[in-house]
């Protein structure tokens, strides 16, 4: 523990232990509690300022940090009858407290920290090339390359099959022994905590508050797999089109370092994905920003500005000024650096395009997420669960991808008319976008929580991994983690649909009103529905919240949402697909003999 904050821990413990009774450290009523909570309350808020300016950079989740700033009060909270408190809002905090200062005490371990620094900073890990890459006349004989500096660039923009599949490769092949051995820190952690009633799994879902979680993921994935059936059919045609018989094989898995790069050209303008329309060509987005000279900032101004029309509080210049930093290491895969732990800060990228247009929007969500949030007590303060924040932003995200926001809003694609077949070329890409990359967030997601309740064994693991991928995303290896970013994805699309029937810009049935082109810029419906999810923090579990503040009432994550977005492009890429007899789906493959 840092010494200024061991300093103030030491002074709140005495200022809470001072005698107001005959024996005050057995005080338990519900009054000495609440007590207890604004001294808590006190230390998160000066450990989050402390750990901002001195670890924010650090690779340890910073949040974690502050956590184990706490552990003091762990024994303290533990003795309240809190279950019997009468104020529900007091009941959740000591629920929630007990939960994260029991983790943070765990997480305290030395090996499980070293894990965690190098789980977290596996994608910038380098390697030696020393390979002669084709069409390249002189390379260097040794170069040092990462997977998010130079690989990632490399399968996305390289024409060299042979180039691409070395590199997917090779990355795999190096994963360094410490990446192996944190790992294992990890699932030895869980595990050790499990017990026949408590799987691993739902201790690893613990924030979610629902013990079959997983399960509940499948189900949602399984509603979608006819609509990335047939994307997929789509995909794989195009493919043995460019590469034949050799390259895509006859079971109709498409190889996984094809069907990565596809997911990385999504969203380049020559794309392996053609347009259903190909004459109807989608506007060049990064010459419409270009002419109209924008820059990084004005990005987060625009993006600040969607919230205050939409009726959140107008972040003012001096907040604005003090609380977002541009990122000096930006580098070609740059994304920015949130802190929202107490303290509330923004580095954003020094990069200007469509994609840092959309993303900036979800980043600016999540910081209003945390002004309002951070309101609320310490425990209170936290996300309703992890990626509640992306399920939010993913919603602001699909209202101003839409054509209408860019063109009313934005002053962009003024010289284009979107028709039906317009639209359709959009939605296709929006379903490239999202489609291709939701099962590889599943997969990793099974595989990791079937590791932890020892549902695969050690000697298996890889041909699990690859019966997953074969089930779930139709791909197989190119040799004969993250619930956030599923969850998120999925109650996005929840959120989106239920504004968008609320405020009346879809309406089931007609065809007038699609959900894909709602937009809810300027609509303070919208705004207030966005804010009470926000103002709720973790006060209720996620579903609970959801339910609260939703029209719909959903009590659980459900596939419809993102089913109703994509109706049109699925009826006609069934219809496509139908009349050019192209396959949909794939041979069942069973790699673990």
């Known amino acids: 523990m840092d010494r200024p904050i061991f300093a103030v821990v030491t002074l709140l413990l005495l200022a809470f232990l001072t005698p107001t009774t005959s024996n005050p450290t057995k005080c338990r009523t519900e009054m000495c509690a609440q007590q207890l909570m604004e001294t808590m309350d006190l230390l998160y808020r000066q450990s989050a300022l402390e750990i901002f300016q001195s670890h924010h950079h650090h690779d340890v989740n910073p949040e974690l940090l502050i956590w184990q700033q706490l552990l003091p009060f762990l024994e303290m909270v533990e003795q309240f009858e809190w279950s019997s408190f009468q104020s529900p809002l007091l009941r959740r905090q000591f629920e929630i407290l007990i939960r994260e200062l029991n983790f943070a005490r765990q997480a305290s371990n030395k090996d499980f920290v070293v894990a965690s620094k190098v789980l977290r900073g596996v994608g910038k890990h380098k390697f030696m090339y020393h390979r002669r890459a084709a069409n390249k006349s002189n390379p260097p004989p040794h170069e040092l390359v990462s997977y998010v500096r130079n690989i990632k660039s490399i399968i996305t923009n390289s024409n060299d099959l042979q180039e691409v599949k070395w590199y997917w490769r ?21 595990q050790n905590m499990s017990t026949v009633e408590k799987p691993a799994s739902s201790i690893w879902y613990a924030q ?36 034949g018989d050799a390259i895509i094989p006859s079971t109709g898995l498409i190889p996984h370092h094809l069907m990565e790069q596809a997911l990385y050209e999504a969203w380049k303008k020559d794309s392996v994905f053609g347009n259903p329309y190909p004459d109807k060509k989608l506007p060049n987005l990064k010459q419409e920003l270009d002419g109209k000279r924008f820059a990084p900032l004005d990005f987060i101004t625009i993006g600040t500005k969607f919230f205050e029309r939409i009726g959140f509080d107008r ?3 001096n907040f604005l000024r003090e609380h977002f930093r541009l990122h000096r290491n930006g ?7 949130l802190f929202t732990a107490g303290e509330i800060h923004m580095k954003y990228c020094p990069s200007v395009s469509y994609k840092k247009l959309l993303t900036t929007h979800g980043d600016i969500t999540h910081m209003e997420y945390a002004i309002l949030r951070n309101n609320m007590r310490v425990g209170l303060n936290q ?15 699909l209202s101003v991808s839409t054509p209408k926001h860019l063109q009313q809003h934005l002053n962009l694609l003024n010289n284009y008319t979107y028709d039906d077949e317009m639209n359709m070329n959009f939605l296709y ?16 997601e099974k595989l990791w929580t079937d590791i932890l309740d020892k549902k695969v064994d050690a000697k298996n693991i890889n041909c699990h991994y690859w019966n997953l991928m074969e089930k779930y995303m139709g791909v197989g290896p190119s040799l004969a983690t993250n619930n956030k970013k599923l969850f998120g994805e999925f109650l996005g699309y929840e959120i989106y649909r239920d504004i968008c029937l609320e405020i009346g810009q879809y309406q089931r049935g007609n065809k007038a009103k699609p959900l894909f082109k709602c937009d809810f810029a300027e609509n303070q419906q919208a705004g207030q529905r966005l804010r009470n999810m926000m103002n709720s923090g973790s006060a209720k579990p996620w579903h609970e919240i959801i339910k609260e503040w939703t029209s719909t009432q959903p009590t659980k994550l459900n596939a419809s949402p993102m089913l109703e977005y994509y109706e049109p492009l699925t009826t006609w890429m069934t219809e496509y697909n139908r009349l050019h007899n192209i396959t949909v789906g794939w041979q069942h493959t069973e790699f673990c003999h």
């Open 208 to 243: 979610y508050e629902d013990p079959k979680f997983m399960e509940k993921l499948e189900k949602v994935m399984e509603a979608i797999m006819p609509l990335y059936q047939q994307l997929h059919g789509q995909l794989r045609q195009t493919l043995w089109k460019k590469y």
């Open 429 to 444: 890409r929006m379903a490239v976008h999202a489609l291709l990359s939701i099962p590889t967030y599943l997969v990793h």
């Open 170 to 190: 090779e990355w795999r092949n190096r994963l360094p022994m410490d990446v192996k051995n944190a790992l294992n820190v990890y699932i030895q952690y869980y």
């Open 315 to 317: 972040l003012t210049e």
């Open 331 to 337: 580098g070609p895969d740059c994304k920015s650096a």
């Open 383 to 397: 996300e309703a669960c992890p990626g509640f924040g992306n399920a939010m932003a993913e919603a602001v995200i």
